[in-house]
């Protein structure tokens, strides 16, 4: 047995490591089968039109509500519409326009710098494989798995607290670290329901399985071994009649 020597475990070794266990998959499979019919809208929930306007919505999303970035972006996508755009943006202005998703100092500061990145190593372009992504400023393996599946059309799994939270309850893994959990969720899942699978336990994360979770309403109670599921509420109880003639 090779000695361990504490460095990070090379993926491919991960996986060679634990070979899928096909009652989990099966449980999986079923899972996702009951998620994706209650949720029919799984899908990204951030609004954009091209790979590059998905990045930036997503490098803004951190912190911040969906719906809140949506509004800023329909402004921004017009005026910001390249990389150059970003990148040339006199300062002040482009925190001015990012100012309601919050962190917009940082956040513009991100956006210049990934730019940038595009502008001396892509030429302008959102490059579409994960390594290429994850060298540019401020962007992780959750938001270039986002870009990768949503805007590609490529196999990612992305790993947000949602499908953090819902994967340990329901017992897909047993890890704690997003890049365990995503190479578990990948062992689990065939390669052509990576995406469907990230975008059903990100709704499911904010509908249902939240951090309280709603046990009662949930669609996949019985395949779920979590052992502190939610009970329904109690009937309020009816006031007890006085009793007559027991008077001091
Ligand atoms: S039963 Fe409860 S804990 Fe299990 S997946 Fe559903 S909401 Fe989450």
Same mark, same amino acid.
């Given at each position: ?7 990070? !475990?090379?993926?491919? /070794? ?8 096909? @009652? $989990? #998959?099966?449980? +999986?499979?079923?899972? *996702? ?62 925190? !001015?326009?990012?100012? /309601? ?8 500061? @991100? $956006? #210049?710098?990934? +730019?940038?990145?595009? *502008? ?76 469907? @699978? ?51």
């Amino acid at each position: 047995m090779p000695a361990r020597t504490g460095a990070k !475990r090379p993926r491919a /070794a991960a996986k060679a490591a634990r070979p899928p266990d096909p @009652a $989990l #998959r099966g449980r +999986a499979a079923a899972i *996702l089968a009951r998620l994706a019919k209650a949720y029919p809208d799984w899908g990204p929930t951030l609004e954009f039109s091209s790979p590059l306007e998905l990045l930036v919505a997503t490098i803004l999303a951190a912190q911040a509500q969906d719906e809140r970035i949506n509004q800023v972006t329909r402004g921004l996508f017009h005026k910001y519409r390249t990389a150059a755009d970003y990148a040339a943006a006199p300062p002040g202005e482009l925190e !001015r326009d990012i100012k /309601a998703t919050g962190f917009y100092n940082q956040k513009a500061k @991100a $956006l #210049r710098a990934m +730019a940038r990145g595009l *502008l001396d190593g892509h030429g302008g372009e959102v490059p579409s494989e994960m390594d290429a992504l994850t060298k540019l400023h401020g962007v992780g393996r959750k938001t270039a798995s986002i870009v990768l599946g949503a805007a590609f059309g490529i196999p990612s799994v992305a790993v947000d607290r949602h499908v953090a939270r819902v994967a340990g309850r329901l017992r897909l893994s047993r890890a704690t670290d997003p890049d365990r959990i995503e190479e578990d969720l990948r062992g689990v899942y065939p390669k052509k329901d990576w995406v469907r @699978a990230t975008w059903c336990l990100v709704l499911h994360g904010r509908r249902i399985c939240r951090p309280t979770p709603l046990c009662p309403e949930c669609p996949v109670i019985a395949l779920c071994p979590y052992p502190k599921k939610t009970k329904p509420p109690r009937a309020t109880p009816r006031p007890s009649r006085p009793r007559a003639g027991r008077g001091r």
